[in-house]
């Protein structure tokens, strides 16, 4: 309904003009402002028109989407491109335009979608038994949801590290999700705890003749057979989640190197289709224990288990790029809440905090590390605090030491801006710390130190972080406060990274 007496500015607040984009799944958050705010409007939604139309091009084609308002005026678009724009090919920029319209109020943002052409991809895979039996209907479903997913992480990374100011920067998906056939039977993958599912599957990878040739490729895998012991948890009355996590067998939740490795089981939450995603973060549904697995840190609904487990696809391939645990973020107790990127009028949600764990392992493929979370229990009332804390600000980003070690990782820089390769020897003896001076060295002027993190041993969580090169003057030798030399006589290494992109731990308690 249009009304003459109205008059509103649409502000968009995560897109500019002219802004260039690579990935295909967009979330537009903006708000209308009312400026005659003694008059109520009537019109609760916004919609997008998004067109693309150029003498070049053989097929015009154009989308619509709308958001509801919110109270107080914010909305959230989430646009998929992906049926529309070349995901793969030559470098080339397609302008779109994107016509906003609420009430009688519009606005015009032109932007670019840019086909991304960075080397160094992340590849979706599903691991399939040799005597799995799964119909091909239900496994069609998995891939799909594995697609849109990951295309979301994509999205959310680029909207995060927009946001720490990093520009719209992410990782590249090498196409679609693939098939890997392991070796094991389902029996035997029922048998293994998570480390040893990890183990076995990152060994397998690196010596199949698909991809054990591939340094520039990291992996996302789901296990096909995850299997759920419903009858169990019913004839046990424990509705725990530790009950839950023992009787899902073939399960993992796991990142670290190049493989991050989930369970296929929580893919039942999981929307297939774009216009399901925010239906799904919404719903509160409860999950039914006895007939199905929950991890959704206690919300036990639909949408609580979407959350926690998209969570923490994003939060353990963070870990793949090298990042630590932070105690707030999605580092840390922060992955739980990833619905709050996309849905509006949000209620505030106490949920437990995490701790972190680890276990160790001898291990025998090279990996920088494979820290996990356990759960608490529900402790101490912090409701207020969380609900200061969550109008304030989104519990769901990356702190900053963590963004800044995703600008500099390869497979989120593009390669035409990222010539540089760095040859292993150097890399190996470029970075070291002196203990008699207590100081960090770069060996080479083009290698200036970026960042530096003190982290804790058993749980990589990360301590204090420096960060030497914020002023313009480049250093090459970084001299540790007291805080962190007393903190690395004590079950705690550093990480350190250059400019350049260079990462390496340093002092770890073997070695050092
Ligand atoms: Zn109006
Ligand atoms: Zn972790």
Known sequence: MISDDCEHRIEVNNLKHGE????TLLLIKGHIRQLRPLKKCVEQQIHLHVKYNSSLESTPWELEQQSQISRNGQFKLLCDLGQHVPVTGNYRKLPLQLHFCYCNSVLHIEILYECPTNNYLLQALYIKCSNQHTKDEEVRACFDKINLNLRLVQSVYADQLRAAAYGRSTFTLNGDCKVFETQLTCEEVWQLNEESLWQNFAEEILNSSAWGGEDKLKFVAFIGCTKYDAAAIAASGDFSYANIRRNLKGHAALGGGGLALFGAAYLYAWPRYCKDINAYFGSTEKVDPTQLPDDSNYRCTYGGVYATTLGAVVHEIGHTFDLGH????????????INRVFTIDNLTEHLPDRVIERTAHALNVQVAER?????LKRSTNKFLEKYHEQKTSDPFYFTRNCAIILAHNKWFKN????????DLATVETLLKYDPADKCVISGESKHALCLIEVRTVDKSLVKYWYEPSKSDSLIYKFHLPQEAIEALEKDHYLFVLTRSGVAKRLCEPRNC
Do not use: E
Not at 371 to 375: A, D, E, L, N, V
């Open 415 to 422: 390669c035409r801006t990222n010539g540089d390769v760095f």
């Open 20 to 23: 260039i984009v690579q990935h």
């Open 326 to 337: 932070t105690i707030d973020g999605v580092m840390g107790n922060g992955f739980d809440y």
């Open 371 to 375: 820290p996990r979370f356990t759960q």
